[in-house]
Every structure is written in structure tokens, then in C-alpha cells.
């Protein structure tokens, strides 16, 4: 897909959006679900905002901006991100901060090199900006700043992203991406014109898939929440929409029988905490959909078992899971052990479940 491309669902918007540059704000914060396509709209955004012949607001593709969008090297485009993010899009471990002064860079390229790649987007990055923007635009027009994820911003990160939005530098637009916005500084969002973005009808992100060559693409719609670009990937990786490991986990659950969490904590300790606790959270939803009567909404496959697993009523201790494995989510980048962490969480699923059936069969 061209960097200039915005995906099928996002064009009306985008139209919208960039027809008003007249009162373009000098920071925006795009969100909404995960894997709907908000990093690669940004990145359309911005290739239009570059453009030197918009056509209706939008990248015309042909100009001398649009080549060096597209070749990834336009200097009037910063892409500030945490290192790890920069690796897995298949960048060098860069410094994107060592505009900020040779000794600096120096300092940092040497650290890098003894440290592993940063999670976080760091407070030199947002620093290491200044030089850029105390520069004239190279071809006259906009300079823009594409932040993402804007929940990596730290503290600190933060505070000095907020120096500079309070006396924003000329002719600059600042583009953040986020999933949760409510994890960015309060005076961060302050500062920010919000731009949510709707998750696409099932209908055209089911024509979208099927073009993408994705086999059950309902099945993994639903899986992801509606999320087509998280469909994709996913698919991408083989498996079925729901993980064997889940179904098998909690087919044994309705069996009355407690599952082999020592083993299981064993597999999923090999992945990050959020590969394995996001289909764990979205269980927690199917449970309570269950227990109310009403249809899965992300594994349909897993029904029969749920319905053996909850009481004819709702059940406070489902509620009370849901919110556990939330408060498990906001913590999973910093468990001391994987296997532990991920044991205690299997743990606590398999006792609530266990629990809650012999409630219905008593």
C-alpha cells in the first residue's frame, strides 16, 4: 500500500478533515480501536499535508513531496517512535534524536549500543526535535511530526512534548497516534484536537479481507473486535481465530476439570503478556455475554463450552474477572517473571470458571 493511500474506510474522513487546512490545527490526536488502520492514516495525512498539488486535499502521488514521502525521506517528516517499534517496521536502531548536537548523538549512539531497544519514546527524542524546527521548511510549505504510539510517551517524554505544544513552532502540524488516550498526560490531551476514528462496517472490512486473500474473515473480524488490520496480521500468522491454547484451556474448564496451567503458563511465557492476555480479556467479554443469555461476540467457536461454564445469571465474580484481567493489562510490561505472571492470571480464570459452574450445577 502507498504511504499516500488512506484505507477505504477512512477516505470520507480524511476528505472532511483535510478540506479545512485553512483552520488546521498545530496538534491532533488520532484514535480509536486497535488495528483499524490509524498509523496508516496518519502517515496518508501527512503525505497530503507534504503535497505540493493536493488533489481534493489529498496526495496527488506524482509531485517531487510525494516521491519523498514514498522513498521515506522527506525532510520536512519526523517519525518519532520507541526504538522497538522503529526495528519491527524494519528501520536501523536509529537515533532519530541526534539532531539535538554531535557530542549528544555520539553519547546516545554509543549507549544504544549497550542497551536493549527502548519500549518507551524517550525525552531526547522529543529534544532532539529543536534544530529541526528552528529550520526554515524545505520546500515552503508544512512540517510534520508523526508521533506513535503516543501512549509510549513517558513522564518525561511527555512533559517535553508539552513545552513544545505550548508555543508550537510555525507551518508544523503534530500528528499522535493512540489506542487509549486516557493513558496520555491530561495537559497532553489539553493541548490536542481529538480525531477519533469509527472501526469499519463488518461488511466493508469483510470485502477488504476477502481482497487481501484472508480465509474466514468473519471469523476473524470477529476475533478482533471489527479490527481489520489486526485481522489481517493475525491471519498472517497461521493459527484459527481463536488460539488452540484457549480453546483446549477452556474446553477443559468445562469439563469440571483443572487444566495444566504450569504447562500452559510455560507455552505463553514465550510471548509478550498482551498476545496472550487480549484473547484472555476477550473471553472475559464472551463469559459475561454468556451468563446474559446473549451470543459470543469474539469466539463464537467457544460457545457450548461457555454455556457450560456460567449460571443461568450473572455472576459478580465475572465482573470482578473482567476487571482483574484489565488491571493485568495496564501491568503486563513490567511483570518480574512471565511464567509467574501468566500462571497467576490462568489461575485466577480457571478458579473463577470452576466456581461459577459448580454454582449452576448446585
Same mark, same amino acid.
Not at 57 to 69: E, F, P, Y
Not at 81 to 103: C, F, I, K, W
Not at 185 to 208: F, G, I, Q, Y
Given at each position: 500500500?502507498?504511504?499516500?493511500?488512506?484505507?477505504?474506510? $477512512?477516505?470520507?474522513?480524511?476528505?472532511?478533515?483535510?478540506?479545512?487546512?485553512?483552520?488546521?490545527?498545530?496538534?491532533?490526536?488520532?484514535?480509536?480501536?486497535?488495528?483499524?488502520?490509524?498509523?496508516?492514516?496518519?502517515?496518508?495525512?501527512?503525505?497530503?499535508?507534504? @503535497? =505540493?498539488?493536493?488533489?481534493?486535499?489529498?496526495? @496527488?502521488?506524482?509531485?517531487?513531496?510525494?516521491?519523498?514521502?514514498?522513498?521515506?525521506?522527506?525532510?520536512?517528516?519526523?517519525?518519532?517512535?520507541?526504538?522497538?517499534?522503529?526495528? =519491527? =517496521?524494519?528501520? =536501523? %536502531?536509529?537515533?532519530?534524536?541526534?539532531?539535538?548536537?554531535?557530542?549528544?548523538?555520539?553519547?546516545? &549512539?554509543?549507549?544504544?549500543?549497550?542497551?536493549?531497544?527502548?519500549?518507551?519514546?524517550?525525552?531526547?527524542?522529543?529534544?532532539?526535535?529543536?534544530?529541526?524546527?528552528?529550520?526554515?521548511?524545505?520546500?515552503?510549505?508544512?512540517?510534520?511530526?508523526?508521533?506513535?504510539?503516543?501512549?509510549?510517551?513517558?513522564?518525561?517524554?511527555?512533559? &517535553?512534548?508539552?513545552?513544545?505544544?505550548?508555543?508550537?513552532?510555525?507551518?508544523?502540524?503534530?500528528?499522535?497516534?493512540?489506542?487509549?488516550?486516557?493513558?496520555?498526560?491530561?495537559?497532553?490531551?489539553?493541548?490536542?484536537?481529538?480525531?477519533?476514528?469509527?472501526?469499519?462496517?463488518?461488511?466493508?472490512? $469483510?470485502?477488504?479481507?476477502?481482497?487481501?486473500?484472508?480465509? %474466514?474473515?468473519?471469523?476473524?473480524?470477529? &476475533? @478482533?473486535?471489527?479490527?481489520?488490520?489486526?485481522?489481517?496480521?493475525?491471519?498472517?500468522?497461521?493459527?484459527?481465530?481463536?488460539?488452540?491454547?484457549?480453546?483446549?484451556?477452556?474446553?477443559?474448564?468445562?469439563?469440571?476439570?483443572?487444566?495444566?496451567?504450569?504447562?500452559?503458563?510455560?507455552?505463553?511465557?514465550?510471548?509478550?503478556?498482551?498476545?496472550?492476555?487480549?484473547?484472555? %480479556?476477550?473471553?472475559?467479554?464472551?463469559?459475561?455475554?454468556?451468563? $446474559?443469555?446473549?451470543?459470543?461476540?469474539?469466539?463464537?467457536?467457544?460457545?457450548?463450552?461457555?454455556?457450560?461454564?456460567?449460571?443461568?445469571?450473572?455472576?459478580?465474580?465475572?465482573?470482578?474477572?473482567?476487571?482483574?484481567?484489565?488491571?493485568?493489562?495496564?501491568?503486563?510490561? $513490567?511483570?518480574?517473571?512471565?511464567?509467574?505472571?501468566?500462571?497467576?492470571?490462568?489461575?485466577?480464570?480457571?478458579?473463577?470458571?470452576?466456581?461459577?459452574?459448580?454454582?449452576?450445577?448446585?
Amino acid at each position: 500500500m502507498s504511504i499516500a493511500a488512506f484505507l477505504p474506510w $477512512h477516505q470520507h474522513v480524511a476528505e472532511q478533515w483535510l478540506g479545512h487546512r485553512e483552520r488546521f490545527a498545530h496538534a491532533w490526536l488520532i484514535h480509536g480501536l486497535a488495528g483499524i488502520g490509524k498509523k496508516e492514516f496518519a502517515l496518508a495525512a501527512a503525505a497530503s499535508l507534504l @503535497c =505540493e498539488e493536493p488533489v481534493s486535499g489529498m496526495a @496527488c502521488g506524482k509531485c517531487l513531496a510525494c516521491g519523498w514521502v514514498n522513498s521515506g525521506n522527506h525532510p520536512d517528516l519526523k517519525r518519532i517512535r520507541p526504538e522497538t517499534v522503529a526495528l =519491527e =517496521e524494519g528501520a =536501523e %536502531q536509529e537515533a532519530e534524536d541526534s539532531a539535538a548536537g554531535e557530542s549528544s548523538a555520539t553519547a546516545d &549512539a554509543t549507549s544504544s549500543s549497550k542497551r536493549a531497544p527502548s519500549k518507551e519514546i524517550r525525552a531526547e527524542q522529543i529534544r532532539g526535535l529543536e534544530p529541526w524546527f528552528n529550520n526554515a521548511t524545505h520546500r515552503g510549505g508544512w512540517r510534520v511530526a508523526l508521533i506513535y504510539p503516543a501512549e509510549s510517551l513517558n513522564a518525561i517524554s511527555g512533559n &517535553a512534548l508539552l513545552k513544545v505544544l505550548e508555543e508550537p513552532p510555525a507551518n508544523t502540524v503534530f500528528l499522535l497516534v493512540a489506542d487509549a488516550p486516557d493513558r496520555l498526560l491530561a495537559t497532553l490531551l489539553s493541548r490536542c484536537r481529538r480525531l477519533p476514528l469509527a472501526t469499519p462496517p463488518l461488511d466493508v472490512a $469483510h470485502e477488504w479481507l476477502i481482497a487481501q486473500g484472508v480465509k %474466514q474473515p468473519d471469523g476473524w473480524l470477529a &476475533a @478482533c473486535g471489527g479490527a481489520p488490520l489486526l485481522a489481517k496480521k493475525l491471519a498472517a500468522q497461521g493459527n484459527q481465530p481463536c488460539p488452540d491454547w484457549l480453546s483446549a484451556f477452556l474446553k477443559t474448564l468445562s469439563q469440571s476439570t483443572m487444566p495444566d496451567i504450569g504447562a500452559l503458563a510455560d507455552v505463553l511465557s514465550k510471548s509478550t503478556p498482551a498476545e496472550w492476555l487480549d484473547p484472555l %480479556q476477550r473471553l472475559s467479554v464472551d463469559l459475561m455475554l454468556s451468563a $446474559h443469555n446473549i451470543s459470543c461476540r469474539y469466539y463464537p467457536s467457544l460457545e457450548p463450552y461457555l454455556q457450560l461454564l456460567v449460571a443461568s445469571k450473572p455472576s459478580a465474580a465475572l465482573s470482578d474477572l473482567t476487571a482483574f484481567l484489565n488491571d493485568q493489562r495496564r501491568v503486563a510490561g $513490567h511483570p518480574l517473571s512471565g511464567k509467574l505472571f501468566a500462571h497467576s492470571v490462568l489461575q485466577r480464570i480457571a478458579t473463577v470458571c470452576l466456581q461459577t459452574q459448580a454454582k449452576k450445577e448446585s
